[in-house]
């Protein structure tokens, strides 16, 4: 069964670089795409990014350079870093398994991690 | 950055069938298959339907998805309480070369 769980500091100032880890159980994260997307209160869902099996990455243009996603297989996590955050980048972070195959339309975001809520403010 | 068009909102009674829709274009529901996720009430998304129509082991089969062109559909038959939730699309573009969420519907169930 694979599991998922987010963790990282829940609060924020405004310039401050978000980290977050996702720590993956029952499978190899070198064998499959790990993408990061968010909620922010009340609204939809962003993607914000992935990773492959390869170890390539590939991240939503609209958040300006800011993300960088990197694993750590000997400890079998994936995580984010986001740079210069805002209040606008209060949300709830998920890790999701995205699949293993190489083209998008044969992937799909299953399981998701629970979530965790980050709050920027100053 | 909502490109894939939801109804905000939809609702139906217990037992009756409910229809939601995502629109696109052609370079992201017209060349990839669609997604479909269901969002408990403070809970993470999961998958309801993948590649458009078919559906994880778990999930009733009263949940169906189709696409025809740049458009797709969730029905949900036998409308239950349970069911009241959050629903988003899901699909590739191959030009911005990003995953594209709809705005997300909510279901009530009356």
């Known amino acids: 069964q694979v599991q998922l769980q987010e963790s990282g500091p829940g609060l924020l100032k405004p310039s401050e670089t978000l980290s977050l880890t996702c720590t993956v159980s029952?499978?190899?994260?070198?064998?499959?795409?790990w993408s990061w997307i968010r909620q922010a209160p009340g609204k939809g869902l962003e993607w914000i990014g992935y990773m492959s099996y390869s170890g390539s990455t590939n991240y939503n243009p609209s958040l300006q350079s800011r993300p960088t996603i990197f694993r750590d297989t000997s400890k079998n996590q994936v995580s984010l870093k986001l740079g210069s955050v805002s209040t606008a980048d209060t949300a709830v972070y998920y890790c999701?398994?995205?699949?293993?195959?190489?083209?998008?339309?044969?992937?799909?975001?299953?399981?998701w991690g629970p979530g965790t809520l980050v709050t920027v403010s100053s | 950055q909502s490109v894939l068009t939801q109804p905000p909102s939809a609702s139906g009674t217990p037992g009756q069938r409910v229809t939601i829709s995502c629109s696109g274009s052609?370079?992201?529901?017209?060349?990839?298959?669609v997604n479909w996720y269901q969002q408990l009430p403070g809970t993470a998304p999961k998958v309801l339907i993948y590649?458009?129509?078919r559906r994880p082991s778990g999930v009733p089969d009263r949940f169906s998805g189709s696409k025809s062109g740049t458009s797709a559909s969730l029905a949900i038959s036998g409308l239950q309480s349970e069911d009241e939730a959050g629903y988003y699309c899901a699909a590739w573009d191959d030009n911005l070369k990003i995953w594209l969420f709809g705005g997300g519907t909510k279901l009530t169930v009356l």
């Open positions: 052609s370079s992201n529901i017209g060349s990839n298959t």
């Open positions: 029952g499978v190899s994260i070198g064998d499959y795409y």
């Open positions: 590649r458009n129509n």
């Open positions: 999701a398994r995205e699949g293993l195959y190489y083209y998008p339309s044969e992937r799909w975001f299953d399981p």
